[in-house]
């Protein structure tokens, strides 16, 4: 069936220093993509999404990017802050299913 | 602001216990999803719907099934507990007639099997 990959499962970083996660899927009718956040103990909040007519989208510290052909996409933190230290879930809506399916999860922690 | 309310946080059920975990949200979305999450398996899609009394299996829907009778509310029940159905309970609603929207989530409801 279809399905989400997502890379690394731990990141650990430098305060002001960037972070990207990456995500495969595997069902190329797909074409929406959002990044969740959860905060410890938190609800996942959307922080970004991009649908596959667009090759990468920003909003300030965070973009993510998109490569239909390969079937991959990415979200980049730049000048990363110890609030973004989270659990980062991307998911990639399948056309074939018509259900959003999730990555395992990436936990990142941005040291002071 | 969407706001999708779980009716309970934290629940403690015993082995063979029927189980409802409850979803309501104030936005007029039609489309709403329950999913569990687990370490190192992100969330997986148990039920969803795309209206009222209208309910589509999801990836894992052994053990479960779902009810929504009003379109604000979704309704997850387990209808004798195991414990391998611990875990962390969240729902979700969407615009749209189908899920390529931003889904909006719940709090979420830990829940422990006894």
């Known amino acids: 069936g279809e399905n989400v990959e997502q890379h690394p499962s731990t990141l650990s970083v430098q305060e002001g220093d960037s972070a990207v996660i990456k995500c495969t899927y595997s069902?190329?009718?797909?074409?929406?993509f959002p990044w969740y956040k959860q905060e410890l103990g938190k609800r996942p909040q959307l922080i970004i999404d991009?649908?596959?007519?667009?090759g990468e989208k920003k909003d300030q510290r965070i973009a993510v990017t998109l490569n239909k052909t390969a079937k991959h996409f990415s979200l980049h933190i730049t000048e990363t802050q110890p609030e973004d230290s989270a659990v980062y879930f991307c998911?990639?809506?399948?056309?074939?299913?018509?259900?959003?399916?999730f990555g395992q999860g990436t936990t990142l922690q941005v040291k002071p | 602001d969407v706001k999708v309310t779980q009716s309970s946080r934290y629940l403690v059920k015993r082995t063979g216990e029927k189980v409802f975990l409850e979803c309501v949200q104030d936005?007029?979305?039609?489309?709403m999803f329950w999913y569990r999450q687990d370490p190192g398996l992100g969330l997986r899609l148990i039920y969803f719907s795309y209206d009222v009394k209208m309910k589509e299996k999801g990836d894992i829907p052994e053990g479960y099934s779902v009810s929504r009778e009003k379109k604000e509310r979704f309704s997850l029940i387990l209808e004798s507990a195991s414990t391998n159905q611990t875990s962390m309970y969240l729902c979700?609603?969407?615009?749209?007639?189908?899920?390529?929207?931003?889904?909006?989530f719940g709090d979420g409801t830990r829940l422990s099997i006894l």
């Open positions: 936005m007029d979305h039609e489309n």
């Open positions: 979700a609603s969407s615009l749209g007639g189908n899920s390529n929207q931003p889904q909006h």
């Open positions: 991009i649908r596959s007519n667009v």
């Open positions: 998911a990639a809506f399948s056309g074939n299913t018509g259900k959003l399916i």
């Open positions: 069902d190329s009718a797909s074409n929406y």
